[in-house]
């Protein structure tokens, strides 16, 4: 079973609670937020593979180039121009799709790899993360590196990019339930009805886990009930949660009452075995 966690915002708990469900089952963890994975904090695992991953940028043959400008027009990105004859490439806004060697009558442009992060993992894929460069762009082919390393054999717990984007949507393809985090404030409410509208999109069965609750304040209760959204579980506001959380601490860790809640939430969305 594949189970992502994400969130409308960023700043809810995503990782707290997608660490905290790693933390009671025998599952993989897959920090799937490449471009600040933050995972290991929690979990500090012991990575001892890094892997690359590439993806193919044009390559242009000036032997062959008669500088005719199509493979510039054949770009939506405007990774490739031709300036008074001259191809100039900017592999960093290239999103790989192939088009301008398909419009080059001359076959001048081929294909070159290109690194553009890289995936981590433990000596038994129990944890993985992938690590998008500095200053690149895009975040999908790391993360689609990433998901061939899925394990078939135990529960994933796969902790998704903030927001809902297309890196959101890359990750919760082919999930089998999504948990989605949020908090009592107005742009929590806002950008939980984004992520609700795009996992129903996906057709994906989901709930909510409340973060930093609050007694009077019901709004997301009151919008879940409204419509006919499970509430998983609520994480109240508090401040020994946050000054264990800012020390690596996750609030399963401390055992006792958030062990047997983490435990439950585990159980009731499918989770396997647990530890």
């Known amino acids: 079973m594949r189970i992502a966690v994400l969130s409308g915002k960023g700043g809810t708990g995503k990782t707290t ?4 469900l790693t933390s009671v089952g025998i599952c993989q963890y897959v920090d799937c937020d490449v471009e600040e994975p933050n995972g290991a904090i929690f979990l500090k695992p012991r990575l001892t593979s890094s892997t ?8 242009v043959d000036l032997s062959r180039c008669d500088g005719c400008g199509r493979c510039a027009e054949a770009c939506q990105f405007h990774a490739i121009s031709v300036v008074k004859g001259t191809v100039l490439l900017f592999p960093e806004l290239c999103h790989h799709c192939g088009a301008c060697g398909i419009a080059c009558p001359r ?3 081929s294909e070159t790899g290109r690194e553009i992060g890289v995936i981590e993992a433990d000596p038994d894929g129990f944890f993985i993360q992938g690590r998008l460069h500095i200053g690149e762009p895009v ?22 990019p903030p927001g809902a984007s297309c890196a959101v949507v890359a990750s919760i393809r082919d999930c089998d339930y999504c948990v989605l985090v949020t908090e009592p404030t107005p742009f929590g409410l806002h950008d939980l009805k984004v992520a609700v509208g ?3 999109q996906m ?5 909510v886990v409340v973060n930093k609750a609050m007694n009077g304040d019901q709004r997301i209760q009151d ?3 409204e419509n006919g959204i499970t509430v998983l579980m609520e994480i109240p506001f508090s401040r020994e949660i946050a000054e264990g959380y800012a020390r690596g601490m996750l609030p399963i860790q401390a055992g006792g009452e958030w062990r047997d809640r983490f435990l439950s939430l585990y159980k009731a969305i499918g989770g396997g075995n647990v530890r």
């Open 223 to 225: 919008y879940c009930m």
């Open 198 to 200: 795009l996992v129903q």
């Open 139 to 160: 975040t999908i082919p790391v993360i689609q590196a990433l998901k061939k390393r899925i394990r078939e054999d135990v529960p994933v717990i796969l902790d998704c």
């Open 52 to 59: 690359p991953v590439t993806v193919a940028v044009p390559a």
């Open 17 to 20: 609670v997608a660490a905290s």
């Open 107 to 109: 076959d001048a442009v």
């Open 203 to 207: 057709n994906i069965p989901f709930g």
